[in-house]
């Protein structure tokens, strides 16, 4: 049995692209807890950013605004913007089997079980040789 002590809140989760066939793509993207710090200081800038602008963002801009501020890292080689986030979105869009990666990366970032981690076991004296590793998500369709 664990202790908690063993365990640490985690501030990324690691979601992992599958093909529709199930098979890995090898492409993946890291994604922040929804009530981070990080989130809400870049809803904050983006919001006076917004305000200042002569032109008010549509609802589709503030969805890939959320949405790029949920994602910190990924595996492609553009830059995390907004308009590689909607490149991202229009690539796995919502369909009737398939609830877009937008909800997948906002459902991610919700589940506050994904953010525990178990401590490296030099964090863990009495764990000694417990194996650990970065958790991961696959991004697949749901097929209902």
Do not use: C
Request: proline letters at 6%; a negative charge.
């Amino acid at each position: 049995m664990g202790k908690i002590a063993d365990y640490k809140p985690a501030d990324t989760v690691r979601l992992e692209f599958d093909n529709y066939d199930g098979n890995p793509t090898g492409e993946w993207l890291t994604v922040r807890r929804i009530d981070s710090p990080a989130v809400r200081d870049a809803m904050l800038e983006y919001n006076r950013l917004a305000a200042e602008s002569e032109t008010p963002p549509t609802d589709e801009q503030r969805g890939v605004a959320f949405v790029r501020s949920l994602i910190e890292s990924w595996s492609f080689d553009e830059e995390i913007t907004d308009e590689t986030v909607s490149g991202l979105i229009d690539l796995y869009p919502r369909t009737q089997s398939f609830q877009g990666i937008d909800a997948v990366i906002l459902k991610a970032s919700s589940d506050k079980s994904s953010f525990v981690k178990k401590k490296p076991a030099t964090d863990q004296p009495s764990s000694a040789g417990v194996e650990t590793g970065e958790e991961t998500a696959e991004v697949e369709p749901d097929r209902h």
